[in-house]
């Protein structure tokens, strides 16, 4: 489809004619997407979806010398959108809380950080791999049913910021980290001041990752407030029709089962969602019990108490 609707657009553009939107383009295609049944007549209007859907949402702790290995995940957040209450929800889980792992059992391997679930179930080869293990372990641990994943890695979230020009926050407190971790595995010192400030995708990466200046809790607000900064850069560009520049950014560092025609409908209803109708949770420290484990890593224990509510605040419908 991205280099159907390339080719189309190259062609307009030498013509000296407008371009059609991509949905246009779509219909031209629309027979070899599996999702889409060949029988229906094509319509350049998706049918909007409805229900609730829950999503998993993934960052991978990739190097540029790591792409294609197994690896950790460095972010997962789980985003609930209610498509007949124009709402949407968005959960932070702490990458180093001490939780049950499913389906390694006869690799003698039961419980771990949340953040190996990605990697062993693509070390181990689980069935549906990393994804799936990731998330039957948000689900066993959370109880939050899941049907959808969106993996990223470094490169890919740099990419996909530029190709949107960058995004706009307001910083609310400086950052001065002189242990920030490079991708040759040394250090440097990253300063980023408060105030209104215009990230660029690197920029952006920096301050979403960095935490020795504080703490994960704030590393988790962080990242809810870079996201949501994307989603407010996407929402004003029309994003929908720009997926074609966005798949080719993010080429080879973005995994999802999500189809295109999935997330176009997706996309094409979110941005009737109001930000003030986008609510943001997190199980931080505040919910969480410091243990070490027997070979020395200091961890988090879910405290199931605290966290229950939490739990039920988001899965609650209007």
């Not at 391997?109 to 948000?138: K, L």
């Not at 900064?229 to 029709?241: G, P």
């Amino acid at each position: 489809f991205i280099g159907i609707y390339l080719r189309a657009r190259s062609q307009a553009i030498a013509a000296n004619e407008t371009p059609l939107p991509p949905l246009e383009v779509l219909q031209t295609v629309v027979s070899v997407i599996p999702i889409i049944d060949p029988a229906s007549p094509p319509t350049a209007t998706p049918v909007p979806p409805t229900g609730v859907v829950n999503i998993l949402l993934l960052g991978k702790d990739e190097r540029p010398d790591e792409t294609g290995q197994p690896t950790r995940t460095d972010t997962m957040m789980v985003l609930r959108v209610d498509f007949d209450n124009h709402t949407a929800k968005l959960l932070s889980l702490p990458r180093d809380v001490w939780v049950a792992l499913p389906n390694l059992a006869n690799y003698k391997i039961t419980e771990g950080r949340i953040n190996t679930a990605y990697y062993y179930g693509e070390v181990y080869d689980v069935p549906g791999g990393g994804p799936q293990e990731a998330m039957d372990t948000v689900t066993l641990n959370f109880g939050i049913p899941l049907d959808h994943y969106a993996i990223v890695n470094f490169q890919g979230f740099v990419n996909s910021v530029d190709a949107l020009g960058g995004i706009d926050l307001d910083v609310p407190k400086r950052i001065y980290d002189d242990k920030f971790p490079t991708d040759d595995y040394g250090t440097m010192t990253l300063v980023i001041e408060a105030g209104p400030q215009h990230m660029d995708g690197i920029t952006a990466l920096r301050y979403a990752r960095t935490r020795h200046q504080d703490s994960d809790t704030e590393r988790i607000k962080r990242q809810q407030l870079v996201l949501l900064a994307i989603r407010d850069k996407a929402i004003s560009l029309d994003v929908v029709s720009r997926l074609p520049e966005l798949y080719t950014a993010a080429s080879g560092a973005f995994e999802t089962d999500l189809s295109l025609p999935q997330m176009i409908s997706y996309g094409l209803e979110a941005q009737k969602i109001d930000r003030s109708q986008i609510t943001t949770y997190a199980i931080d420290q505040s919910y969480l019990a410091a243990w070490t484990t027997p070979g020395g890593a200091n961890v988090w224990i879910p405290q199931r108490a605290s966290i229950g509510p939490v739990v039920e605040a988001f899965l609650a419908t209007p």
